[in-house]
């Protein structure tokens, strides 16, 4: 299993390894979330993952930041140094005034003095209602005011609370908005990419601006109640996948590097984790990669729960501007 290889981002110079470990999860009924996070950070980093993804929203920055301690003292690493570590401002605390305390919160939650890369995790805001239906959390939907946000995450940078800051969930038009307002200009879009929801105009766009793409759900996120198994069983990637000798996840993610996309992937299995860091000793053909290019693209992730009428994005073409 060779090493990961880095790229650079280039706003920053920031070197960023170019598969990262994701821990969006959902919990197992019986098990211990944050025992079996931890875990599986301590498993991927003896497995020579560096680089770990998270968010406030995904309950998994408190594990996340154990795992380091514990790395950290077991001698798996000599230095926080070596990992790099992405969050995201959620929803809720996407507000000028709000995204310092945010950041701030997630630092203490990880134990750590400053994140690589800080993101905003979608572009829309969300405010609780002071009374829920039947016990439970219900939010109202507002437009975020992209100069007020982007401010105070480029004052995260300049504190030296992050080292680099990007987005999340942005198409083109509203990473050219944040373009036109911004000093320090996002390093990364993080956005769903895989062989089926290939991206190319989106992709075409962040790279001729110097943003890399980072992928979530390169896989389809099969198992989760977002994702599907459309991915994975495709046929295409099955018919590459057996020709190479690979799993149809090694395919996927081998196409991605091949694009220039990071990828963020997301296995507590043990054998799958190694699986997928062995993807850069071989390549695909041109001709498995035009195979690649004729598969039906659609986008897996609608995100429905933004939609409203009483909201920004009045329908799914709106939310997406068009890019569905």
């Known amino acids: 299993m060779g090493s990961i290889p880095d790229c650079v981002l280039?706003?920053?110079?920031?070197?960023?390894?170019?598969?990262?470990?994701?821990?969006?999860?959902?919990?197992v009924?019986?098990?211990?979330?944050?025992?079996?996070?931890?875990?599986?950070?301590?498993?991927?980093?003896?497995?020579?993952?560096?680089?770990?993804?998270?968010a406030s929203l995904y309950g998994s920055e408190q594990p996340l930041g154990e795992a380091i301690v514990e790395a950290l003292s077991l001698g798996l690493i000599k230095s926080r140094n070596e990992l790099f570590i992405t969050s995201k401002l959620w929803c809720t605390q996407a507000y000028g005034d709000l995204v310092l305390p945010a950041l701030k919160t997630s630092l203490q939650n990880l134990k750590l003095d400053y994140l690589d890369l800080y993101l905003i995790h979608w572009p829309i805001c969300l405010k609780q209602r002071k009374e829920g239906v039947s016990g439970g959390k219900e939010y109202d939907l507002f437009p975020m005011d992209f100069s007020s946000v982007w401010a105070a995450m480029e004052d995260c940078q300049r504190l030296g609370l992050t080292k680099s800051i990007g987005l999340s969930n942005f198409t083109c038009k509203k990473v050219a908005?944040?373009?036109?307002?911004?000093?320090?200009?996002?390093?990364?879009?993080?956005?769903?990419l895989n062989p089926l929801w290939q991206q190319k105009k989106l992709k075409d766009f962040c790279h001729g601006n110097g943003i890399l793409l980072q992928a979530y759900s390169p896989l389809g996120a099969v198992g989760t109640k977002w994702g599907s198994n459309r991915v994975m069983e495709c046929e295409v990637l099955k018919e590459i996948a057996k020709v190479k000798g690979k799993t149809v996840a090694q395919v996927c993610l081998r196409w991605a590097y091949e694009e220039g996309v990071i990828v963020?992937?997301?296995?507590?299995?043990?054998?799958?984790?190694?699986?997928?860091?062995?993807?850069?000793?071989?390549?695909?053909?041109?001709?498995?990669?035009?195979?690649?290019?004729?598969?039906?693209?659609?986008r897996g992730i609608q995100a429905e729960a933004f939609v409203s009428e009483n909201g920004p994005f009045k329908t799914l073409e709106e939310l997406w501007d068009g890019e569905i």
């Open 177 to 192: 908005d944040i373009l036109s307002i911004a000093k320090i200009p996002p390093v990364v879009n993080q956005v769903e």
């Open 10 to 27: 280039r706003w920053s110079g920031q070197r960023m390894p170019v598969v990262g470990f994701g821990t969006a999860s959902e919990i």
């Open 264 to 298: 963020i992937v997301k296995s507590f299995n043990a054998e799958r984790m190694k699986q997928n860091l062995e993807i850069m000793d071989w390549s695909l053909s041109e001709d498995e990669l035009k195979m690649t290019q004729h598969i039906p693209q659609s």
């Open 29 to 54: 009924e019986g098990s211990d979330f944050f025992t079996v996070t931890k875990q599986a950070v301590l498993q991927a980093i003896k497995l020579g993952y560096r680089h770990f993804d998270t």
